[in-house]
């Protein structure tokens, strides 16, 4: 992944939606949502199971969201990911982080034929952190 892209992604102003934010502790949906919100940044979580996370209201999907993510975080395996940057391609949300477990060759060529900016193959925690 190119630092320029990540950098990108990780600018302070982008408003993030971590789908497949979790209630539990020790999932990475609920590590990621919880890095981000206190690192500061807008955040929404998805999660169709979820009324609230971390005090936050959930949303079942982006269409439900209040305002349209500047990023979209896919911590839920690639089945439901496909479905997830189908939306994000319909919505015009352009840019898409894949947490690692999340992604397949197919997700990412979709994302460069349709013009969507993706990360994928590394975590967004670790990455913030290193910034």
Not at 1 to 20: T, W
Not at 50 to 75: H, M, T
């Amino acid at each position: 992944m190119e630092d320029a892209i990540i950098q990108e992604f990780l600018n302070k102003n982008n408003i993030f939606a971590v789908v497949g934010a979790s209630r539990d502790p020790k999932k990475y949906g609920h590590q990621i949502f919880k890095d981000l919100k206190e690192a500061g940044y807008r955040v929404y979580p998805l999660n169709p199971q979820a009324e609230r996370i971390l005090g936050e209201d959930c949303y079942r999907s982006l269409r439900e969201l209040p305002q349209k993510p500047d990023i979209v975080d896919v911590v839920v395996p690639p089945k439901v990911t496909e479905k997830i940057v189908r939306e994000c391609n319909s919505l015009g949300i352009k840019k898409i982080w894949l947490q690692p477990g999340s992604e397949s060759k197919e997700i990412i060529e979709f994302c460069q034929k349709n013009n969507i900016q993706v990360v994928h193959s590394v975590c967004v925690m670790i990455e913030r952190k290193k910034a």
